[in-house]
Every structure is written in structure tokens, then in C-alpha cells.
């Protein structure tokens, strides 16, 4: 079994800065992508960033110039740098990952979600 677990959220500022981080724990064959999305009250999840196996990145428009996502294969870790937060930030965080256990299909996991809070 996969466990995926996030740390890093907390109270910020506008303006200030906040890095997540979303280890995944188990036997794992190979990571073909890893990537965090958010659900702020009253709205649906949506993507902030990806980052394939090659390295590729995905950035939602939001966060483009702010966020930077990366990735340690060693410790099968992505991580999100968020830079000038802002209130509409604010939101659960949950970190998503498609990997294979074996060589077989892929498979999906999710974090259980990180509290990110921008408020004065």
C-alpha cells in the first residue's frame, strides 16, 4: 500500500511564503507524475501544479510566477514553494500522484490535505 503525506501548511500573511511537501511512503515501482491541488470553501478542487517524471511542469494561471513545484526522486518527495501568497490562496491543499507498484497499470493517490491559510 502507498501512503502519501503532506506537511507544511500553516497560518501566513499576505505576501509571505509557505513550502509544502508530500512524501510517498511504500513499495513503488516508478512515479510517473506528482502534483498538488486545492479546494477553497464552497468551490471545486483544482490543479496548481504537476510535475511529470521528466521533469515537465503545469502551473494553474493563478499561481504562475509565484508557486514553484519540485520534485526529490530519491525520497519520492514533491514540494511546492508558494511565494507572494494571497488571501485567495486560501484552501486545503491535497497532493496527488500516478504511480506504478508494479509493472502494471498506473494508479492514483491523494494526500489526506494541508490547511494553507492567508490572512492578516
Known amino acids: 500500500q502507498v501512503q502519501l503525506v503532506e506537511s507544511g501548511g500553516g497560518l501566513v500573511q499576505p505576501g509571505g511564503s509557505l513550502r509544502l511537501s508530500c512524501a510517498a511512503s511504500g513499495t513503488i515501482f516508478s512515479i510517473e507524475s506528482m502534483g498538488w491541488y486545492r479546494q477553497a470553501p464552497g468551490k471545486q478542487r483544482e490543479l496548481v501544479a504537476i510535475i511529470t517524471s521528466g521533469d515537465s511542469t503545469n502551473y494553474a494561471d493563478s499561481v504562475k510566477g509565484r508557486f514553484t513545484i519540485s520534485r526529490d526522486d530519491a525520497k519520492n518527495t514533491v514540494y511546492l514553494q508558494m511565494n507572494s501568497l494571497k488571501s485567495e490562496d486560501t484552501a486545503v491543499y491535497y497532493c496527488?500522484?500516478?504511480?506504478?507498484?508494479?509493472?502494471?497499470?498506473?494508479?492514483?493517490?491523494w494526500g489526506q490535505g494541508t490547511q494553507v491559510t492567508v490572512s492578516s
Open positions: 496527488k500522484t500516478d504511480l506504478r507498484l508494479t509493472t502494471g497499470p498506473v494508479i492514483r493517490y
